[in-house]
Structure formats: structure tokens, C-alpha cells
């Protein structure tokens, strides 16, 4: 079973530029998680999408981030414009079900703000 | 007030001894609990869940959850220089998941 996967791994931009992360869940996964992990901390929940609807968006800095789940599969997560804070890695993780489900992360993409 | 806080550590073992990793929780409400293990550089890979008060034990790992002192641990038997990782304890609540920032273990040869 291929697991989660992620485009691209790595990215580096500048400020006030913009960037998009492409997310392809486990086959039948109804469920997909964008979270946000800071160097040193632990991931935090951006976006979760059940299907293609919002389950929860309430960490997601609307004014630069948004995300979307188009027919319930692939995902897209963009922020413009970045800023130097927005460094860390985002990952992403499906589930066969919603709310408490075994989570399965994909490899997740270095973005670094410059 | 975080969820989730853990010791970031690191907790330095000797090779063949018990690691133990601790959590503790802020809402006396949360339910599930959830230990991850992440290699540097990395995803994070679940380990095992608990639901329940007292031990669950897979393998070498046993989960503890003790929801009147609101907190939950993992015991790692027989460490291994593999085991080296930061440990994520996570729970699920308000229909979210939420993750401390986890404790790095070094176990030594």
C-alpha cells in the first residue's frame, strides 16, 4: 500500500513571496491533516478535511494560508505571502475515518522563508 | 496553557536499560492518547494508542495512562540504540489532535 505522499520535499523562497504544497492521502482515506511542525516543537494542526469539506481550520492563519480538497482526494496547502516565521515542515496525514483513527504522515516539505 | 507538555529532554539511557517518557495533560476531558516516535529529519510514526486508565503494553513499549493525575507515559524495555528518536505524546480532544513537542532520547551503546 503506498503511503502519503508530498511535493516537493524541500523549498526555499524569499519573504513576501508565495508557495504551494501538494498533499496525495493513502487510497480511501476519507480524512487528511495539514499540520505545521516549528524545529524543535511538535506538529500543530492547521487544517483537517473530511472528504472535501472543512472539519477544522481554527489554526489555519487565514489572512496568508488557505487549502483546499478538491474530490476529496489530493490537497493543496498555499501561504502568500510567507513569511520568515512560516519556516518549519508541513505535514501531511490521512485516515481511513474521522476523529479517532490511526494517522499516517507523509514526508512532509522543508520550507524555509528567507 | 499548553494540551500536551513534555520534558524535551534528552533522556540518556544505557543500551538494554528502561526508558521511561512522560506527559502530562492539561483538559481532564481528553480521552485518547497517543505516542508517535520521529527519527530526525523524519515524519512521525505511531507507536501505540491508549484509551483506558492503567498499563498497555505492545512488545518492548507500555503505555500508561493515569487520567486522575492527568497524565500518560511510555515505558520503553530493553532500549535500543535504535530506539534513539523524539517521542511525541499526543491526544485527540475537541475533535483535534494535539501533540507536545516531544522528549528526545539517546540511548547509548
Known amino acids: 500500500e503506498a503511503g502519503v505522499a508530498q511535493s516537493p520535499r524541500y523549498k526555499i523562497i524569499e519573504k513576501r513571496q508565495s508557495v504551494a504544497f501538494w498533499c496525495n492521502p493513502i487510497?480511501?482515506?476519507?480524512?487528511l491533516y495539514w499540520y505545521q511542525q516549528i524545529l524543535g516543537q511538535g506538529p500543530k494542526l492547521l487544517i483537517q478535511?473530511?472528504?472535501?469539506?472543512?472539519?477544522?481550520d481554527s489554526q489555519l492563519p487565514k489572512d496568508r494560508f488557505s487549502a483546499e480538497r478538491l474530490k476529496g482526494v489530493d490537497s493543496t496547502l498555499k501561504i502568500q505571502p510567507a513569511k520568515l516565521e512560516d519556516s518549519a515542515v508541513y505535514l501531511c496525514?490521512?485516515?481511513?475515518?474521522?476523529?479517532?483513527?490511526?494517522?499516517?504522515f507523509g514526508p512532509g516539505t522543508r520550507l524555509t522563508v528567507l | 496553557q499548553k494540551e500536551v507538555e513534555q520534558n524535551s529532554g534528552p533522556l540518556s539511557v544505557p543500551e538494554g536499560a528502561i526508558a521511561s517518557l512522560n506527559c502530562t495533560y492539561s483538559d481532564r476531558g481528553s480521552q485518547s492518547f497517543f505516542w508517535y516516535r520521529q527519527y530526525s529529519g523524519k515524519s512521525p510514526e505511531l507507536i501505540m494508542f491508549i484509551y483506558s486508565n492503567g498499563d498497555k503494553e505492545d512488545g518492548r513499549f507500555t503505555a500508561q495512562l493515569n487520567k486522575a493525575s492527568q497524565y500518560v507515559s511510555l515505558l520503553i524495555r530493553d532500549s535500543q540504540p535504535s530506539d534513539s528518536a523524539t517521542y511525541l505524546c499526543?491526544?485527540?480532544?475537541?475533535?483535534?489532535?494535539?501533540f507536545g513537542s516531544g522528549t528526545k532520547l539517546n540511548v547509548k551503546p
Open positions: 487510497s480511501g482515506h476519507a480524512t
Open positions: 478535511f473530511q472528504n472535501n469539506g472543512v472539519v477544522d
Open positions: 496525514a490521512s485516515s481511513l475515518m474521522w476523529g479517532v483513527d490511526t494517522q499516517y
Open positions: 499526543a491526544l485527540y480532544n475537541f475533535n483535534k489532535f494535539y
